[in-house]
């Protein structure tokens, strides 16, 4: 009869270890804190950047409205400086006239108009 071949022997495997229910903490390392630490302080400064530049645009926004709304003040002021001016330069016309001016002598002053007007030499020097 034939030998039979001896069986092999299988290598036993380890017994796998007990899993626990609950994963376990461990306490944070030093490096991930002071990582973290940055990144919040980071975040905390963009922030107030973001917060500073928006205040700065509203501001800058603030005084151009002012800066537009006494632009229009001071354009009315203009106009109505030119009307009273035109006013005034067409009284002034008006009452530098010349027939007006001969009526306001005749009648305050009682003059009248030269006819025949005579011309006067006068020496100089008292010759």
């Not at 092999?8 to 017994?15: E, K, L, S």
């Not at 376990?24 to 002071?34: G, H, Q």
């Not at 950047?49 to 632009?71: F, M, P, W």
């Not at 203009?78 to 002598?105: C, F, H, I, P, Y």
């Amino acid at each position: 009869m034939a030998a039979a071949a001896p069986a092999r022997a299988r290598p036993q495997r380890a017994a796998p270890k007990p899993r626990p229910s609950a994963p376990a903490r461990r306490a944070p390392d030093r490096r991930t804190r002071r990582a973290a630490r940055p990144r919040i302080a980071g975040g905390v400064v963009w922030i107030l950047l973001v917060a500073v530049l928006l205040a700065g645009i509203v501001a800058v926004n603030v005084g151009a409205l002012r800066l537009n709304l006494e632009s229009q003040r001071l354009e009315e002021q203009r106009d109505k400086l030119a009307a009273a001016n035109a006013q005034t330069a067409s009284e002034l016309s008006s009452l530098a006239a010349a027939a007006r001016v001969e009526a306001a002598g005749k009648a305050t002053l009682g003059l009248l108009p030269a006819t025949d007007p005579a011309y006067v030499r006068v020496r100089r020097g008292g010759r």
